[in-house]
Nanobody, 113 residues
Framework: QVLLVESGGGLVQAGGSLRLSCAAS????????MGWFRQAPGKEREFVAS??RYADSVKGRFTVSRDNAKNTVYLQMNSLKPEDTAVYYC????????????WGQGTQVTVSS
C-alpha cells in the first residue's frame, strides 16, 4: 500500500506557473502507474495527466515528471488559466489501464484572472 501526499498548490495569476508535488511513502512510485486528476467546484473529478497521456485541455502546458530518488511525482503547470482552478489529486494504479486505487488528499490551485 502506498500513501500519497500532494503539495505545491496556491494562488497564482493567469499566465503563471506552479509545480505540484506528490510524495509517496510505503512503496516506491516505480511500483505504480501514476496520474493526476482535478475537481473544480460543482464538477466531477477529471483526468489531467499521466506519463503516457494528457487531457486535451492541458496539452502543451502541463508536464508530468518524477524523481525516483525522492519517491515523488511532479506536475509542472505553465500558462495557467482561470479554468484550471480546482483541487488537484495524484493517484496510483497497479498498472496502466487499471483503476486508480490510491489517492492523495488533494491540493488547491486557484488561478485568478
Amino acid at each position: 500500500q502506498v500513501l500519497l501526499v500532494e503539495s505545491g498548490g496556491g494562488l497564482v495569476q493567469a499566465g503563471g506557473s506552479l509545480r505540484l508535488s506528490c510524495a509517496a511513502s510505503g512503496r516506491t512510485i516505480s511500483s505504480y502507474y501514476m496520474g493526476w486528476f482535478r475537481q473544480a467546484p460543482g464538477k466531477e473529478r477529471e483526468f489531467v495527466a499521466s506519463f503516457s497521456r494528457y487531457a486535451d485541455s492541458v496539452k502543451g502546458r502541463f508536464t508530468v515528471s518524477r524523481d525516483n530518488a525522492k519517491n515523488t511525482v511532479y506536475l509542472q503547470m505553465n500558462s495557467l488559466k482561470p479554468e484550471d482552478t480546482a483541487v488537484y489529486y495524484c493517484a496510483a494504479a497497479s498498472a496502466r489501464g487499471y483503476a486508480y486505487d490510491y489517492w492523495g488528499q488533494g491540493t488547491q490551485v486557484t488561478v485568478s484572472s
